[in-house]
T-cell receptor
Framework: QKEVEQNSGPLSVPEGAIASLNCTYSDRGSQSFFWYRQYSGKSPELIMSIYSNGDKEDGRFTAQLNKASQYVSLLIRDSQPSDSATYLC????????FGEGTQLTVNP | DTGVSQDPRHKITKRGQNVTFRCDPISEHNRLYWYRQTLGQGPEFLTYFQNEAQLEKSRLLSDRFSAERPKGSFSTLEIQRTEQGDSAMYLCASSLAGSGQLNEKLFFGSGTQLSVL
């Protein structure tokens, strides 16, 4: 069983819409989750971290964590074409394990 | 530039040759990680160091791969007798352990793209 699974992509949304990205994990011992954004040909860039159940908001981004259901999600409000990228979820033990990523395209 | 630096950016080699990559982490970071990423996949963990100690190495990692961080600063990743399957982006990342959070935030370098012909 994969340690981290992300919702299959690619995901396409119109500009201004809410993009919803999901990630499930199998290890109940997981305590910390991260969302990274990766533009084509570039390295991953940290955009959100979340450590406890509930929501965490940062600008247009909201991360949601539900440990009982073993999922973490990322909402991007008012999506912009510049948000078009691959979004990677990761969970951390002594090191991070990454999901396969979800490719998001925001259409003008 | 205070970010993670990797060298070279690109490496083309012939099958069977040895290659070595270098990573310079963010100066105050004590942990250094190596990941490998192929097209359409997320980064795959290879190994990590805390200071000069190599704390974990992926069980999937071939014995042809070796990494060092001799003075707890920069690190090198060597691949011996390269194979075509080694072609990938090799990413280095660093973090500050003990920052008060349960798990560290990783900051990545630009990567070294390896092509084995």
């Amino acid at each position: 069983q994969k340690e981290v699974e992300q919702n299959s992509g690619p995901l396409s949304v119109p500009e201004g819409a809410i993009a919803s990205l999901n990630c499930t994990y199998s290890d109940r011992g997981s305590q910390s989750f991260f969302w990274y954004r990766q533009y084509s040909g570039k390295s991953p860039e940290l955009i959100m971290s979340i450590y406890s159940n509930g929501d965490k908001e940062d600008g247009r981004f909201t991360a949601q964590l539900n440990k009982a259901s073993q999922y973490v999600s990322l909402l991007i409000r008012d999506s912009q074409p510049s948000d078009s990228a691959t979004y990677l979820c990761a969970w951390g033990g002594s090191r991070l394990t990454f999901g396969e990523g979800t490719q998001l395209t925001v259409n003008p | 530039d205070t970010g993670v630096s990797q060298d070279p950016r690109h490496k083309i080699t012939k099958r069977g040759q040895n290659v070595t990559f270098r990573c310079d982490p963010i100066s105050e970071h004590n942990r250094l990680y190596w990941y490998r990423q192929t097209l359409g996949q997320g980064p795959e963990f290879l190994t990590y160091f805390q200071n000069e100690a190599q704390l974990e190495k992926s069980r999937l990692l071939s014995d042809r791969f070796s990494a060092e961080r001799p003075k707890g600063s920069f690190s090198t990743l060597e691949i011996q007798r390269t194979e075509q399957g080694d072609s990938a982006m090799y990413l280095c990342a660093s973090s500050l352990a003990g920052s008060g959070q349960l798990n560290e935030k990783l900051f990545f370098g630009s990567g070294t793209q390896l092509s084995v012909l």
